[in-house]
């Protein structure tokens, strides 16, 4: 009875959306925040979506392609959590619900990659200051990748902390400038959506609804899903490390660097214990990911000795490597 109370109280919370005029909707990249979703977005007219805009997208929702056709236009880093997503879109679509994918960073950058496959219109990133920016975002990413990806395999915990930190710094940038260019696009045409206005975007990005908040003169509703799903649960309270140390570099609060080690160091523990692949939920257990983040933190989240958290990842990583 306890159990179905929360339930309740959680989507009660959601209720005091509809009054507002746009909301910015926080979410994990997991196939098992798509029911939460849906029932918070359902509250809304237009859903605005961080997917670039693509020739099947629009075909896709009126049924004219299937869902894998769409899939094979889009870079997908989580392809389960994307096909769920564009499901939930199609469903969202036929209930009236108006679907507008707006994120001009990454149709920018998919077509610099474009480009650099086939070897035809790089002079083009000449002329184009927008285009040669994220051009160098992407590059820099992909070689500290490249060098986390090194310490991971060597488990080099000092050299994993040093490249977790500067790719949380090169990602706070990318997402910060990935911000601007859906906010100038947003601010272009907003007058013509219809209200209120839900926009989606990556649970990391705080600044996205602090911006649009500034720049379009209202109020905006933040929804939270990983935070109200753990309150849902009735969860002892916590929050995703990597996600922390991200905000702090898209913030700029950067001054306090051994928190910001700490931070990391949690990140890469907790993200050396999660599956080779993305997990569904299932009957038994509707949150699997968030589960794993809740039994790992249980273990790290009060630790702040970088030492302690280093014999913690050197026993973990004893075990056969689950890092995706």
Known sequence: MLYLRKIVNYYTKFTIYRVKEIAVILTP????????????????????????????????????????????????????????FLLMCKRLYKNGIDILPLDPYQEIATNIKVKLFFRKGLEELDRDLTARYIAMIELNLGKVFQEYSRAFSRRDFDKLIETTMKYAKLDAERMRFRTELRIRKLCEIYSRLRKPVAVHTHFINRLLPREIERRLNVEVEVIDLYKDIISKLGLEEFDHPGRVLTEKYLLHDIHNVEELKILAAKTIILVSQYPPRELMPTREERYPMLMKDYEIMKIIGKIDKLEDLKTIYEKMSRKPATHR
């Open 29 to 84: 990249p997991r196939p098992e925040i798509i029911p939460d979703l849906e029932e918070v977005v359902k509250n809304f007219k237009t859903f605005i979506i961080e997917i670039p805009e693509i020739s099947t997208f629009r075909d896709f929702l009126e049924d004219r392609v299937p869902v894998d056709e769409v899939l094979m236009d889009l870079e997908l880093e989580y392809p389960l959590f994307t096909r769920e």
